[in-house]
């Protein structure tokens, strides 16, 4: 089966790219150092030539409100109609948990707008929410950091292994669209001041972190489960004490 995998060389992408090749489909890494451009078209009709799914896992450049939603509003427009036209089966998109709960941010109200182009069009498609990446940790503790102190409000935090996102989605990608959406999470939670108070400890970084229930999340604040999946998530089994120490 050929399976088209937007962002196919980032992160997540390169991951999905090759676990699904390891099973022996075609997988195929688009991206605009690979000649295929969302936003502009360049190489889209090419690429998607034969392709029985697509999986979207690519993101904005920029998190400035204008900037973000106009990138995934073009880049998913595009998407989508290029795959009607190869006649895509199947299109999965990655988002994150929380999208559609209060208070929103401008990057999640953005993802929000990808996942209603995606929820209207002609093609069979299956949502993946996301909780954050371990991979991402440190950069959300430089974020948060303020004169030397890091600011992380009490909330609940259950972060996941790019490994287990990615395994998911190969999974979710060769089976029947599910026209909804899925949550995914890490297998543990834990309150987000307590954990980056642990972890920086760990690191041996001499930052304070600090309690501060309004402490901002990529530029917003958050209640107590916003960041969190609901009941019947799929749990990653990697544990993050364990990926850290390899």
């Not at 450049?61 to 989508?80: H, Q, Y």
């Amino acid at each position: 089966m050929k399976i088209v995998v937007i962002g196919g060389t980032g992160l997540i992408g390169s991951k999905v790219v090759a676990r699904l090749g390891a099973q022996g489909h075609e997988a195929v890494a688009a991206a605009p150092n690979t000649g295929v451009n969302t936003l502009t078209g360049e190489g889209l009709t090419e690429v998607m030539a034969g392709a029985s799914v697509v999986i979207d896992v690519s993101n904005s450049p920029s998190f400035e409100e204008t900037a973000v939603l106009d990138f995934f509003r073009t880049s998913t427009g595009n998407l989508l109609a290029a795959g009607s036209a190869a006649g895509v089966g199947h299109h999965v998109a990655l988002s994150v948990v929380g999208t559609e709960r209060p208070p929103g941010n401008a990057y999640f109200r953005a993802k929000v707008a990808q996942e209603q182009l995606i929820e209207k069009s002609s093609i069979p498609f299956s949502l993946v929410h996301a909780t954050q990446f371990f991979e991402f940790v440190r950069r959300i503790a430089d974020d948060a950091t303020e004169g030397g102190r890091v600011r992380m409000a009490p909330v609940f935090f259950q972060p996941i292994a790019g490994d287990d996102v990615a395994q998911v989605l190969a999974t979710v990608a060769v089976g029947t669209p599910l026209n909804g959406r899925i949550e995914i999470g890490g297998p543990e939670r834990f309150r987000m001041d307590e954990f980056f108070r642990e972890t920086l400890a760990g690191w041996g970084d001499p930052r304070e972190v600090v309690t501060d229930p309004h402490a901002q999340y990529f530029g917003a604040e958050v209640l107590e489960r916003s960041l969190v999946p609901g009941d019947g998530a799929t749990l990653g089994p990697t544990h993050y004490r364990d990926w850290a120490a390899k």
